[in-house]
């Protein structure tokens, strides 16, 4: 497989699977332009890699998302990754904390889609790292989860209004990735349960079938496929990278 001639935008590419995404894709071939918050976090990714620029930008806001397309220039390829993730039972979950899952989560991609979509001159690829929470729920993350089932319903319609364009539109729905993200949710749950950081751990990797994490290299490999030829046909799917458990 190879991606010369390709530029993809990957937003959240400065750590966990934007990172590996980053890289694995720069492996192949494809000019990457990474995109966050954090610059010094994309710039110690694009110095482990070669042909990888960094942009700053916030996939809440409107105008920062507009600015880091136009620094980026025109891409082939947009892979919608920026995520973040909160826990609390609903009874105890407040608008601000509902309002920044959605934002983040479910807001930061349409913003990223969108301008996406619009600066595609012919071919293009709309991929959306979700999560198994956008097919299934879990417990005390209803907010996470309800941003992630809409991110799943806008790639399906999305699909279906580019679907005689030469441009596809999926999700990639993995379960609990070995991360910092998945760090920070053993870390709370070690907090809120007593739990011990392994117990916690292990209560995650309980969740797959598999009795494991996922790697962020699965993620990669997924959106490779997708971006790759012979995919043509796969739009408005979810792949779902559960070991069974969805």
């Keep these: 497989m190879t991606m010369l001639g390709k530029r993809v935008l990957i937003t959240g590419g400065g750590s966990g699977a934007g990172e590996n995404l980053a890289l694995g894709f720069a492996a192949q071939g494809a000019e990457v332009v990474i995109a966050g918050r954090r610059l010094n976090a994309l710039q110690a990714v694009a110095a482990k890699g070669t042909g990888i620029r960094c942009v700053a930008g916030d996939v809440t806001d409107e105008a920062s998302v507009k600015g880091m397309f136009a620094a980026a220039g025109a891409v082939d390829i947009v892979i919608a990754n920026a995520g973040a993730a909160d826990s609390s039972v609903m009874a105890k979950t407040s608008l601000e904390q509902w309002n920044a899952m959605l934002a983040v989560n479910l807001t930061g991609v349409f913003l990223t889609f969108r301008e996406g979509l619009n600066q595609f001159s012919g071919w293009g690829r709309l991929i959306a790292v979700a999560s198994t929470a956008g097919l299934k729920g879990y417990a005390k993350v209803a907010p996470y989860a309800a941003a992630k089932h809409g991110v799943i319903g ?70 490779l496929f997708l971006a790759g030829a012979g995919s043509e046909g796969i739009n408005g799917q979810t792949i779902t990278i559960a070991g069974g458990e969805v």
């Design 154 to 223: 806008m790639c399906r319609s999305l699909a279906l209004e580019v679907a005689r364009k030469p441009v596809t539109v999926n999700a990639i729905c993995p379960g609990f990735l070995d991360t910092p993200m998945t760090d920070h949710s053993v870390q709370v749950i070690a907090e809120k349960t007593g739990k011990s950081l392994a117990e916690a751990r292990a209560a995650l990797e309980g969740l797959n079938p598999q009795n494991r994490l996922f790697q962020p290299s699965e993620v990669t490999a997924a959106a």
